[in-house]
């Protein structure tokens, strides 16, 4: 741990993966290299896991599971507490690592690494919050008891956009409630959404086993991490084609799974138009606009409709994009090139449906991975409105009054984040309980508050829950034991 007045050595040693208790080279025979997303850099080439690497980090698991789960409450939960301080010393080398890997601009860095860190806060409670319960019983000198225990080993797969928080968001409540884990990180986030979190959780004390990083194609473990017959959790984050495919191969297995999104932010006439801008332009570009539940769809009012436009073009000229390092850029790289082709494809194809481009340009940066920020007007039917952009694109849509807005905003196959913006507290709550999402927030934007992070969605952005109680439930399992006090006939 660190001194108060030295910041520790910073971590090396991510050309090797924590398998099975010992960091080392996976066994595929290929090797990937993780770059930086704004300059091109190579970070690290790391030696890729194949099926043999993944069999054996699942059979340590199992065998170090049962200890962890037999330990004292606090014992785990020391283990999340000293896991935050690690966090807290290394907070520098930690944002850098978000910059320099993900591409996040430094704000959205340090939010990750904030929320990262309430995620270890948090998760020290859980081991005192698995509780059982006694059930009634109609049977004379019975006591029907039912005993809360971990499921044994989970399967963590997590996205590139937020890669540390949406790994550890399933890691540290799987781990604190008695658990091992098995973690494959996205292939362009390998550092900050696996193994920088595995030297975190080495150095805070975790037992050896209980959290193997694996890093590998689909074609050697991707479908095999799901498949294999050890976990009886796949926690997943991702797109919804993909979450699909791993509810298919999953077989009896509980799943949690976060999914895509198409998140409306709803202007209502009687809203403060300055401040829905406002809230509207960070979420629409936090991060590049590159987190499921940000918003994709800005449905605004007739009555208020050209004001805000007026108003928020504006704002949006105003945004910097660049380099992520530097503490003024709002908007950094695309995480690759691939993504970045396929924003610009939705550009132009939402173009030719019928939507205005009212802000828009070309890649800029080293390796042209920059796209400054996109508004487009359209209607809900216009490619950008209609998928996931996952990219700096604001599409703004005319809603003729209330009930209009609420049917556009439902009129998507994605249930995950929403918002509604109005003066009146109880106009808006009673709006969002007819919005088919996950949450939906009155007056405010899902990522404006570092506790209040997605938990979950509706129709194809998934099932299951993350965080608080909610992740309690996911990673523990009810068992019933009966006991009969008293002796008792039976029927033959």
Known sequence: ??????????????????????????????????????????????????????????????????????RLPSERADVMRRAARVMEDRKDEIVDWHIKESGAAAPAAAFEYAITLRDFHEASSYPYRVEGRILPADIEGKESRVYRRPVGVVAVISPWNVPMHLSNRSVAPALATGNAVVLKPAGDTPVTGGLLLAKVYEEAG????????????????????????????????????????????????????????????????????????????????????QVCMITNRIIVDDAVHDEFVERYVERVRGLKAGDPAEADTVIGPIINAKQLEGIQEKVAQSIADGAQQLLGGDPTGPIGSVLPPHVLLGSNEVTSARTEMFGPVATIIRARDEDDALAIANDTEYGLSSAVFTEDTLRGVQFALRVEAGMTHVNDSPLNDENNTAFGGEKDSGLGRFGGDWAIEEFTTDHWVSVQHTKRKFPF
Do not use: C
């Open 1 to 70: 741990m660190a001194s108060d007045n030295s910041a520790p050595a910073p971590y090396d040693g991510f050309d090797r993966m924590p398998i099975a208790g010992t960091w080392r080279a996976g066994r595929a025979g290929k090797t990937a290299t993780d770059t930086n997303p704004y300059t091109g850099e190579t970070l690290t080439e790391i030696p890729l896991a194949n099926a043999d690497d993944l069999d054996e980090a699942y059979a340590r698991a199992k065998e170090a599971q049962r200890d962890w789960a037999a």
């Open 206 to 289: 975790l037992p050896e086993g209980l959290l193997s990083v694996l890093i590998g194609s689909g074609s050697d473990i991707g479908d095999a991490i799901v498949a294999h017959p050890t976990p009886r959790v796949v926690s997943f984050t991702g797109s919804t084609p993909v979450g699909k495919g791993i509810a298919e191969k999953a077989g009896l297995k509980k799943l949690s799974l976060e999914l895509g999104g198409n998140g409306p932010l709803v202007v209502l006439d009687d809203a403060d138009v300055g401040y829905a801008v406002d809230a509207a332009v960070f979420g629409k570009f936090f991060h590049q606009g």
